[in-house]
């Protein structure tokens, strides 16, 4: 089976930055989408942030462009969220999830990832 385990959330005050990591294992094939996805308290888990293991193909919510940077580590196994010039408005519960895909469009939808990793908070303060 495919496991997830996000890591490296934490207190950051505005302005600031941090690295979430998803180490990754179990997959069976090498056509599979990692993303990023965070649910604020009373809100909807929303995309972040996804990429494409066989051509690297990425997608970004739109406010987050320009100030996260998503990146894989094949030989760590790693999927990698850079989140650089933080606003409280990004604090969140973070997840990473992933999903096999057969074709050549990014899913960003919650409901269509099918494995998920624990959450790591991240907290921004103003």
């Known amino acids: 089976d495919v496991q997830l385990q996000a890591s490296g959330g934490g207190l950051v005050q505005a302005g600031g930055s941090l690295r979430l990591s998803c180490a990754a294992s179990?997959?069976?094939?090498?056509?599979?989408?990692i993303g990023w996805f965070r649910q604020a308290p009373g809100k909807e888990r929303e995309a972040v942030s996804c990429?494409?293991?066989?051509?690297?193909?990425?997608y970004y919510e739109d406010s987050v462009k320009g100030r996260f940077t998503i990146s894989s580590d094949n030989a760590r196994n790693t999927v990698y969220l850079q989140m650089n010039r933080l606003k409280p408005e990004d604090t969140a519960v973070y997840y990473c999830?992933?999903?096999?895909?057969?074709?050549?469009?990014?899913?960003?939808?919650?409901?269509?990832?099918?494995?998920w990793g624990q959450g790591t908070q991240v907290t921004v303060s103003s």
């Open positions: 999830a992933a999903v096999y895909i057969s074709n050549s469009w990014l899913p960003i939808g919650v409901g269509m990832y099918d494995y």
């Open positions: 990429i494409s293991s066989s051509d690297g193909r990425i």
């Open positions: 179990g997959f069976t094939s090498d056509d599979y989408v």
